[in-house]
């Protein structure tokens, strides 16, 4: 398996441009986390999908960050317009329900898209 | 709003030396991870504790979740220049698929 898929690996823009980030979950998967880290912040999730639908969204700093899964094997986050506060890393995780331990399961992340808003 | 805190932030230490790595919350979670994450890569599982007093080995790491579920620990023994990551733990809440990661531990290790 090729595991989670991230692209662009680094993206640099400029303030008020639009910017989406693309995740690819491993195959079989039915939850999708997006995560932002920084090093004053560390790692915090912003919104996770099941089964395609958004369960928690209130990690998402403002309206300027929108998050889809229009199917199984393919998620987006936008930010627009960007902002300089907006430079982190971005990561993408899936998972899938484990039966038996409630909430415990294994998140599988992606190598994470650098953004960097200048 | 639940916290995880880790201490220490930064360790350096000589190949061959003991650690322990600390992760405290005022919240009971239901389940608590360690991931260890490398430059450039996104964190990897180490291992998950569900029970209160558990204690699990993975070679020379040791992991141990506090009996009030609030807590947990990271012992390394005899750590190893392949050690080198920022450890971060991460706890949720019964009911709940959403883990709150901790602050982070940044271990160095010279060899």
């Known amino acids: 398996d090729a595991g989670v898929i991230q692209s662009p690996r680094h993206e640099v823009t400029e303030m008020g441009q639009e910017v989406t980030l693309r995740c690819k979950p491993i195959?079989?998967?039915?939850?999708l986390f997006w995560y932002r880290q920084t090093m004053m912040r560390g790692l915090e999730l912003l919104i996770y999908?099941?089964?395609?639908?958004?369960?928690?969204d209130s990690g998402m700093p403002e309206d300027r960050f929108s998050a889809k899964m229009p199917n199984a094997s393919f998620s987006t986050l936008k930010i627009q317009p960007s902002e300089p506060r907006d430079s982190a890393v971005y990561f993408c995780?899936?998972?899938?329900?484990?039966?038996?331990?409630?909430?415990?399961?294994?998140?599988?992340f992606g190598p994470g898209t650098r953004l960097t808003v200048t | 709003t639940q916290l995880l805190e880790q201490s220490p932030q930064f360790l350096s230490i000589q190949e061959g030396e003991n650690l322990t790595v600390y992760c405290n919350s005022s919240s009971v979670f239901s389940s608590l991870q360690w991931y260890r994450q490398e430059p450039g890569e996104g964190p990897v599982l180490l291992v998950t504790v569900v029970t209160g007093g558990e204690v699990k080995k993975l070679k020379r790491l040791t992991f141990q979740f506090g009996d009030a579920r609030k807590d947990s620990s990271l012992h390394i023994t005899a750590a190893q220049p392949g050690d080198t990551g920022l450890y971060l733990c991460?706890?949720?809440?019964?009911?709940?698929?959403?883990?709150?990661f901790g602050t982070g531990t940044r271990l160095k290790v010279l060899a």
């Open positions: 991460a706890g949720a809440a019964s009911g709940t698929y959403k883990y709150i």
């Open positions: 195959s079989g998967h039915d939850y």
């Open positions: 995780a899936s998972s899938f329900e484990e039966t038996g331990e409630w909430g415990s399961y294994e998140q599988y």
């Open positions: 999908f099941n089964n395609n639908v958004p369960i928690d």
